[in-house]
């Protein structure tokens, strides 16, 4: 990888968007930089000019010459700051709103005519590289692909049309980029999931989806064990750029509520030691480890692990 490599792809991505293309009237009446401000006022409940200035990247004198020419349109208002007095706080108007609809109705057009260009086939590959980009360059957090999302955007649901065949594919996907893990594992969870699909007693299982700005970012499962009175943790995931909004944690509880409701004594789960994070969910939920054993796996070494808790125990 060379400096090289990175302004050539910059110089055929702008040019594959139209950044450039102001004939076709993409941002017009605005600059690129005044629609993208546009964008981030509308997808905030309350911001200011420092925060803007943060996020974009901008000069001060620019974005205040920017917002100058906003207000004098009539497309903002400002005032106090909630947070700071000595802030002002910027939202849009009716006609701010209008104008970054427009805009945002133009950009999914464009978007959707590039992609209607993708074969199907090719779609999940082309996602899946573009994430990669983003966690890469991003420090190991994907850029948001919205507005700034809190934990309370999040919605837990019961899996819909499509949705298994995503935890399948995400899991495949996901795995094979974070810790390199062949089709071996794919094919794991195309087994469970086509298990839970074709006989499961939705009294005492289930799958959650989790979902976020219309989108599923997390998933897991909750199914009966071999073992009478037990029930088995499965598929827990969480898209790299929705961690640290404690999805997992969410998915995780609801297992366990819906585990002890229903009546389970136990609740069980396999993982391996390398996931971390996921272990540390386990832990903060009162999961005990049981037995560990170096195995061969999806192409790697491993040390898989069992974990339980006692439902029957007093939560704290």
Known sequence: MTVQDIRAFNRFYTNVI????????????????????????????????????????????????????????????????????????????????????????RARETVGALLATVPPEDRPRLVEAMRTVRTILGGGRAARPEAPEAPEDVVLREPGPGDLGWIVQRNGALYAAEFG?????????????????????????????????????????????????????????????????????????????????VGYRDLVLWTNDVLTAARGIYQRHGFVLAAEKPHRSFGKDLVGQDWRLDLRATPE
Do not use: Q
């Open 181 to 261: 893990w062949n089709t071996d594992y794919e094919g794991l969870v195309a087994r469970i999931v086509a298990d839970f699909a074709e006989d499961h007693d939705p009294h005492l299982e289930r799958a959650w989806i989790a979902e976020l700005a219309g989108r599923p970012v997390g998933c897991v499962m909750c199914v009966r064990d071999e073992a009478p009175g037990t029930a088995r943790l499965r598929l827990l995931l969480v898209e790299p750029d929705a961690r640290g909004l404690g999805i997992g944690d969410r998915l995780v509880t609801a297992v366990v509520d819906f585990a002890r409701g």
């Open 18 to 105: 139209g950044a450039l293309d102001y004939g076709r009237h993409l941002y017009a009446p605005y600059t690129l930089t005044e629609a993208r401000v546009l964008y981030e006022l509308a997808h905030s409940a309350g911001t200011d000019a420092a925060d803007l200035r943060a996020e974009l990247h901008l000069d001060a004198g620019y974005l205040s010459r920017i917002l100058n020419r906003f207000e004098k349109d009539g497309l903002i208002e400002r005032g106090p700051s909630e947070r700071d007095p000595r802030r002002r706080r910027i939202t849009l108007t009716a006609p701010g709103r209008e104008a970054a609809g427009l805009l945002d109705e």
